[in-house]
């Protein structure tokens, strides 16, 4: 039976496609029925739950994720009075908004004269004409302002020599509605940003009393009867194996991406799209699942970023006869053209045999005609990074570059105001109580295809968003709904199968199968008969978690059993992407 026979329908979703999930279960057996399921988790949910301890909570507001989206949005609630918790399966800065280098658009002016405007352009050309343009018009008139937010409570800019914050050159960027030649609007700290975000965002949040529950790993969400609102989340302690109910009248997903499920990714291995896949489950539609983003620029054979701002700097790519091939692809941005535009010429010249190495697998990326002082200063990540993973010595040779799948433009659907929405009857619905941001949501700002230094706007504004929604829709301490009775039974059921499954299969083979496929099957190039046949080798991979073995029958500290609710989570989106 083919994935799609077993969901519940397909629609268009803000004249994007999107999968309807109605009837996928959590079950290792993968059920094809919507009531045998039912039935499963009622008979072995009561017995199964007693065995786990389940505690209860009740907060205003619960952030699931604590990366840049979850952090400004726990942020935003605290300061407005409301009793908020953060749930995230990891200390909150080693969240994978730490990785982000090049840094952040905002049409500040401090380098040129520049408009948001310009922005807006940019960022709709760049998304090959299928974002949002008002969630993008939003976004771009909100970046100055939530630029200096974050310089005001703390983070610390890259400066000019009067004292403003630095802005350099990324790819897609132009002035005068790409007339005025390349623009210099990404604020950026050094090639460190992200990381620089972060521990300003954290210590904001600590500072107004956050509640975080560190380490406990969100399951499903809680919905009400006829799936119209969300009504809280459960999750399980990793320290303990306890299970821990939150009931709120708001609940935020932030969990960023699923980059892990193809075999080389800029992701951290935390990147397994549980967000998504939770709203999954919750008979959600997820969308623009279909558009992966390959960043042009990843270390070959370790899949490491190399930021943007090494091209924005003056950077180059070179091929196999030590042209800079970018100049017949993208004649005016050159090595600065969008990020769909510079994967796909790298492949091209890979194709055509002028790749460089043994094998002709990859391209240069030449650093070492700039200033090292300009390295130092601009790129010191970018230089530690490259001796490490690559062992080269960036004032001296060229890293190689490899096209590195990097980031998921399609995600939970919302609006510009944070709210999930769904399609009903042609018209888009607001899923009460529910809000996304970040990569695990998708306001559509990014279209087929991001902007390089849009992500953490993305996450900063809409993360600001979903506090400004809350805050101007609910007030600190209102009455909360009553969960259903057997709230969470199905989830632990899920678990306590997963943990004593006897199959043949493990985890870790399982994931590779699935990476592989998705790597030669839904890569930059992708045609029909590629797809098709993806498809149907993860149609079998799908099936196969039924035979999944897990070693690990404990409880406390059980990586084995996370990393297969991980596998879990990364099926349900490799799925829906590639039959996208």
């Given at each position: 039976m083919s994935f799609l026979s077993r969901i519940s329908s397909r629609n268009l979703c803000r004249s994007a496609n999107s999968i309807g999930s109605n009837v996928l279960t959590r079950s290792l057996a993968v059920q094809t029925s919507q009531t045998r399921n039912t039935d499963a988790k009622h008979t072995t949910g009561n017995r199964v739950a007693s065995n786990y301890k389940i505690i209860d909570h009740t907060y205003d507001a619960v952030v699931v994720g604590a990366g840049g989206a979850?952090?400004?949005?726990?942020?935003?609630?605290?300061?407005?009075?409301?009793?908020?918790?953060?749930?995230?399966k990891l200390f909150p800065t080693r969240s994978h908004t730490v990785a982000a280098q090049g840094g952040i658009n905002a049409a500040l002016g401090n380098m040129e004269n520049d408009d948001w405007r310009w922005h807006m352009y940019d960022t709709v050309k760049g998304s090959d004409w299928l974002g949002d343009q008002d969630a993008i018009h939003y976004m771009a008139e909100e970046a100055p302002r939530a630029v200096v937010e974050l310089e005001n409570i703390g983070m610390p800019f890259s400066r000019t020599p009067d004292g403003k914050i630095l802005q350099r050159a990324f790819g897609g960027q132009s002035y005068d509605f790409g007339r005025g030649g390349q623009a210099r609007r990404c604020c950026c700290v050094a090639d460190r940003t992200g990381h620089a975000m972060l521990h300003t965002l954290y210590g904001?949040?600590?500072?107004y009393n956050t509640d975080y529950f560190i380490e406990y790993f969100a399951l499903d969400l809680f919905m009400?009867?006829?799936?119209?609102?969300?009504?809280?989340?459960?999750?399980?302690?990793?320290?303990?194996?306890?299970?821990?109910?939150?009931?709120?009248n708001n609940t935020v997903l932030a969990t960023?991406?699923?980059?892990?499920?193809?075999?080389?990714?800029?992701?951290?291995?935390?990147?397994?799209?549980?967000?998504?896949?939770?709203a999954t489950r919750a008979g959600l539609k997820n969308q623009d699942l279909e558009f992966v983003q390959f960043h042009p620029t990843g270390i070959y054979g370790a899949g490491c970023l190399i930021t943007e701002g090494c091209r924005g700097e003056g950077g180059f790519l070179i091929n196999s006869n030590g042209e800079r091939f970018m100049e017949r692809?993208?004649?005016?941005a050159k090595d600065l053209a969008s990020r769909d535009v510079v994967s796909r010429a790298m492949t091209i010249e890979i194709r055509e045999g002028r790749g460089v190495g043994k094998d002709k697998d990859h391209i240069y990326l030449q650093l070492h005609h700039l200033d090292p002082k300009l390295l130092h200063e601009r790129l010191p990540g970018i230089s530690e990074t490259a001796h490490i993973f690559a062992g080269v010595d960036v004032t001296k040779q060229p890293i190689p570059v490899l096209p590195t799948v990097h980031y998921n433009m399609g995600g939970v659907p919302t609006n510009y105001k944070g709210q999930v929405i769904q399609e009903k009857n042609g018209k888009d619905v607001v899923v009460k109580g529910l809000y996304a941001a970040g990569e695990a949501a998708c306001a559509s700002v990014h279209g087929a295809n991001r902007l390089g230094a849009n992500s953490l706007l993305d996450l900063v504004v809409f993360g600001r968003a979903c506090a400004n929604t809350i805050a101007s829709e609910n007030k600190p301490g209102e009455s909360f709904a009553e969960l259903p009775s057997k709230a969470g039974e199905a989830s632990i059921a899920n678990l306590d199968?997963?943990?004593?499954?006897?199959?043949?299969?493990?985890?870790?083979d399982l994931r590779l199968k699935m990476q592989k496929t998705m790597q030669n099957h839904a890569a930059v190039f992708r045609d029909g008969t590629t797809l098709k046949e993806g498809r149907d080798l993860m149609d079998g991979i799908f099936q196969e978690q039924k035979d999944l073995k897990l070693k690990d029958r404990g409880i406390i500290w059980n990586t084995d059993l996370i990393e297969t609710l991980?596998?879990?989570n990364l099926l349900l989106n490799a799925m829906q992407t590639i039959y996208g």
């Open positions: 979850g952090l400004r949005a726990a942020y935003g609630l605290s300061t407005a009075g409301f009793k908020t918790a953060v749930i995230s904001q949040s600590l500072k009400n009867q006829d799936n119209t609102q969300c009504i809280g989340v459960i999750a399980m302690n990793l320290e303990d194996g306890s299970l821990h109910r939150f009931r709120s960023g991406g699923y980059g892990r499920a193809y075999f080389s990714c800029t992701s951290a291995h935390t990147c397994t799209g549980d967000g998504n896949a939770m692809f993208a004649p005016v199968q997963l943990r004593n499954a006897s199959g043949s299969i493990s985890t870790a991980e596998l879990q």
